[in-house]
């Protein structure tokens, strides 16, 4: 079965440093991966999908299969940019619209 | 983007009732939608897959006649909690997807129940 891992819970950086989210995850066939962030008080929204190749709000994520991860980095944080990040992961053959998300990781980006 | 809502946002019920727990696409409509179940500081587990017009799919481990699900019209899917037990606590959402196969889903705010 497929399983997305993030190994941190609560990741802290300071406005103005680098950020890296670190998500890997486990299945043998393709898959296509996703990124969803949660502000405070806010619903779950899709931050952006490997497919894309796009950067949304200054973030990237690159999938690497031959390492099985999809990192969510950013050059430089903002405090805006505090929030709940899951990493997603959807079967890219019959996954439909079913996702598998990781555990998430509280981003605290502080002045 | 598109909408999904959920209603209540918030229910608090004696053990051994029922709750019922809805979900809508306000501006598109929705053949498939998803319930999730989240512990606190966890991650969103898929509870059930919920087809328009057909029954829906339940993940593994997830008692399909405790948690009800009914998808009667393409914009509204609901979620019963049948004889609840304070161990049925928890938030629960739903995401429903606008009709591409995108993988994009449009989450609902959520609904915290808690059984006393």
């Known amino acids: 079965a497929q399983r997305v891992t993030q190994p941190e819970k609560l990741l802290s950086v300071f406005k103005g440093a680098p950020v890296e989210l670190k998500c890997n995850y486990s299945?043998?066939?393709?898959?296509?991966l996703f990124w969803y962030v949660q502000y405070s008080r806010q619903r779950l929204q899709l931050l952006l999908r490997?497919?894309s190749r796009e950067s949304i709000k200054g973030f990237t994520a690159d999938l690497n299969k031959g390492e099985t991860s999809f990192h969510l980095k950013k050059p430089f944080a903002q405090e805006e940019d505090s929030a709940m990040y899951y990493c997603?992961?959807?079967?890219?053959?019959?996954?439909?619209?079913?996702?598998?998300f990781g555990t998430g990781t509280q981003l605290k980006v502080e002045l | 983007g598109a909408v999904v809502s959920q209603h209540p946002s918030r229910v608090i019920c004696k053990s051994g009732t029922s709750v019922k727990i809805e979900c809508r696409s306000l501006?598109?409509?929705?053949?498939?939608m998803f319930w999730y179940r989240q512990f606190p500081k966890q991650s969103l587990m898929l509870m059930a897959t919920?087809?328009?017009?057909?029954?829906?799919?339940?993940e593994q481990g997830v008692e399909k006649d405790k948690f009800l699900i009914n998808h009667a019209s393409l914009t509204l899917s609901t979620l019963t909690v049948t004889s609840a037990h304070p161990e049925d606590s928890s938030f629960y959402i739903c995401?429903?997807?606008?009709?591409?196969?995108?993988?994009?889903?449009?989450f609902g705010e959520g609904s915290r129940l808690t059984v006393l």
């Open positions: 995401s429903a997807a606008s009709g591409e196969n995108t993988g994009e889903l449009f």
């Open positions: 299945y043998s066939g393709s898959p296509e």
């Open positions: 490997h497919i």
């Open positions: 997603a992961l959807r079967l890219f053959t019959g996954g439909g619209n079913k996702l598998t």
């Open positions: 501006d598109f409509q929705a053949t498939t």
């Open positions: 919920s087809n328009e017009g057909s029954k829906a799919t339940y």
